[in-house]
């Protein structure tokens, strides 16, 4: 069984990380697990929001497990680890469902990279963020350099990238990347996650979309997925289906 666990509360969903022994380091059966998750997650009309949490209180998450990429030839390192764990967070960052990630401890490498894939975050005073790598002869690898790039800033990820600094929870909320300090993050996490149950899903699903092409998150899918949301319901759509059912040629309404 996978130390990460998809458990449903109602309407909001919970993806909760659940290997204390290794401060929740992500192995390959939790990457696996994260995109069967998800895929599972994008399909449930009944789930309006999802809540990323960790079962111990000391890390949210350590990163990757080195005992589980240092044993790999360095091809394999770089072509399934890391390849295969960024496009794994990238299907986490666009999920149709907001995500909302509850940092109760450390955030460091894989992790914070994992924590920036969700919509918000909120950290407890506590917590710090970190990312490590060069600390042990690697560089991130998760969108580390990417997409942490726009949320925090080139400056700010080169003082944890290149000078190992760590950021605390009073520094992420003044840069906007945690939306609040709770000491219980989990709960804070699910009170947002909640506010969802009064407004549109589709909405929301279609505003995340917009969000996203303007800030370059997959701007080309979300443009066809908008573009696919125009045309779906038009009766030109009806029309040329039906006339390629039928064999014949459309004779397009222009509606």
Known sequence: MSALHLIRHGTTAELRLDNPAKLNAFTVDMLSALEAHCAELERDADILAVVITAEDSKAFC??????????????DFARHWVRDGHRIFDRLARLSKPTVAALGGHAFGGGLEFAAAADIRVMAPGATLALPEAGVGIVPGWSGTQRLIRLLGEPLVKEMALFGRRVSAD???????????????????FEIAGRLSGTSPRAVEVAKYMIHAAAGEDRGAMIETLGAGMIGPSADRTEGVAAFRAKRKPSFPGA
């Open 62 to 75: 350590a990163g990757a497990d080195i005992v589980a990429w240092s044993e790999l030839e360095p091809w």
């Open 171 to 189: 520094r992420a909320l003044a840069t906007g990347f945690i939306a609040a300090i709770a000491d219980d993050p989990r709960a804070e996490a």
